[in-house]
T-cell receptor, first 113, second 110 residues
C-alpha cells in the first residue's frame, strides 16, 4: 500500500462550475477525513466517515459541498457552483480507528478563476 | 469555539534545540498531536500525547500538561531538512477529528 492517494493533484475551474475530487485511503483504514487548507493556515476539518457512514460535518461544509463514501472504501468530495473563496488545498486523511494516527494524502489544489 | 495558539515563526541553527509551544482552548480534548508539513507536501504525523508527560521519539519529543492546556514539541540536533511548518492539533473526540493550530514555520540555518 502506498498510502492515501488523491486525484487530481491540481484543478483549475471557472467560477460556477462543479468539481469532484477523489480520495483512496489506506486499505484497512475505516476512518476517512476531509480537510481544507489555505496558504499559511492549518488544515480545517470538513467531514469524516466511519466506513460508509458520514458521522460529522463541519459548519464550513455549506450545502454546495457534498461528500460520499459509497462502499466504505474511496470517497468523493463534490463542490457545486464553485466560488473564488473555495480556492484551497483539499486534504484527505485516513486512520485505522478513532485512536490512531491519521495519514494524509498529498491533497488536491483547487483554483477557482 | 476552539482555539490553538502557537508561534508563527521560529529560526534556529543546525545542531541546536528548539521548542515549539502550543496552548489550546477547546470544548473537548482527547489528546494533542503534532504534524510536520514541508512546502507543497502532506502533513506527516510526528507524535500524540493523551496523558501528561513527555513522549520521546528519536530527535523529537512532545510534552503535554492537560491542567495547563499546554504542550510543546522539542526538536533536538536540528538538521536542515527539519525546515518545515509544524502544527499542533487537538483531537476533540473519539472520532479523531482534529482541530489544527495555525502552524509554526521553522527555518533551520547553517
Amino acid at each position: 500500500d502506498t498510502g492515501v492517494s488523491q486525484d487530481p493533484r491540481h484543478k483549475i475551474t471557472k467560477r460556477g462550475q462543479n468539481v469532484t475530487f477523489r480520495c483512496d485511503p489506506i486499505s484497512e483504514h475505516n476512518r476517512l477525513y476531509w480537510y481544507r487548507q489555505t496558504l499559511g493556515q492549518g488544515p480545517e476539518f470538513l467531514t469524516y466517515f466511519q466506513n460508509e457512514a458520514q458521522l460529522e460535518k463541519s459548519r464550513l461544509l455549506s450545502d454546495r459541498f457534498s461528500a460520499e463514501r459509497p462502499k466504505g472504501s474511496f470517497s468523493t468530495l463534490e463542490i457545486q457552483r464553485t466560488e473564488q473563496g473555495d480556492s484551497a488545498m483539499y486534504l484527505c486523511a485516513s486512520s485505522q480507528d478513532g485512536y490512531t494516527e491519521a495519514f494524509f494524502g498529498q491533497g488536491t489544489r483547487l483554483t477557482v478563476v | 469555539g476552539q482555539s490553538l495558539e502557537q508561534p508563527s515563526e521560529v529560526t534556529a541553527v543546525e545542531g541546536a534545540i528548539v521548542q515549539i509551544n502550543c496552548t489550546y482552548q477547546t470544548s473537548g480534548f482527547y489528546g494533542l498531536s503534532w504534524y510536520q508539513q514541508h512546502d507543497g507536501g502532506a502533513p506527516t504525523f510526528l507524535s500524540y500525547n493523551a496523558l501528561d508527560g513527555l513522549e520521546e521519539t528519536g530527535r523529537f519529543s512532545s510534552f503535554l500538561s492537560r491542567s495547563d492546556s499546554y504542550g510543546y514539541l522539542l526538536l533536538q540536533e536540528l538538521q536542515m531538512k527539519d525546515s518545515a511548518s509544524y502544527f499542533c492539533a487537538v483531537c476533540l473526540n473519539a472520532g479523531n477529528m482534529l482541530t489544527f493550530g495555525g502552524g509554526t514555520r521553522l527555518m533551520v540555518k547553517p
